[in-house]
């Protein structure tokens, strides 16, 4: 049976694989970015818990990551599309069908990057902020 974190981030996924770009998870880059985008969902880092007695739960703030990336001719347009679709599916069930308390997402730090011989990369990581609570830090 998986654990509560492995549940969230499989919903997380489930919830970005909806969208039209291809999402992954915890894959590297491919050598081609498929024309509607990428997105890579990376597990990120639970943090330490808030612990609260009777009955004993431990509330995390995990963090993961969305690498989000285009390429092509109108790159600002089409990170912009993507990014939005990002915000819109999350918008929709902030606790991705009751698994969490809440998920938000921060702003995106897009940087370009130049690849020889193609056309140049617009990409940024995405922190997303899952609040959920487990009754134990490794179930």
Same mark, same amino acid.
């Given at each position: 049976? &998986? ?22 998870? !915890?894959?590297?880059?491919? @050598? ?6 990428? +997105? ?6 639970? !943090? @330490? ?28 347009? =089409? ?7 990002? !915000? =819109? =599916? ?19 730090? &897009? ?25 134990? &830090? +490794?179930?």
């Amino acid at each position: 049976m &998986p654990t509560p974190r492995e549940t969230i981030l499989a919903a997380l996924h489930a919830r970005l694989s909806a969208l039209p770009s291809t999402v992954l998870r !915890g894959d590297v880059l491919p @050598e081609r970015v498929p024309a509607g985008g990428l +997105l890579i969902l990376r597990d990120g880092e639970p !943090g @330490e818990p808030e612990v609260t007695l009777s009955p004993l739960a431990y509330h995390y703030q995990h963090r993961a990551e969305i690498e989000a990336v285009v390429q092509g001719g109108d790159r600002d347009v =089409a990170f912009d599309t993507l990014c939005a679709s990002i !915000g =819109a =599916a999350l918008a929709a069930d902030r606790t991705l069908g009751g698994l969490c308390d809440w998920v938000e997402a921060e702003a995106p730090r &897009p940087v370009d990057l130049a690849v020889e011989g193609a056309a140049s990369l617009k990409a940024a990581v995405i922190p997303v902020i899952l609040h959920y609570a487990t009754a134990d &830090p +490794l179930a």
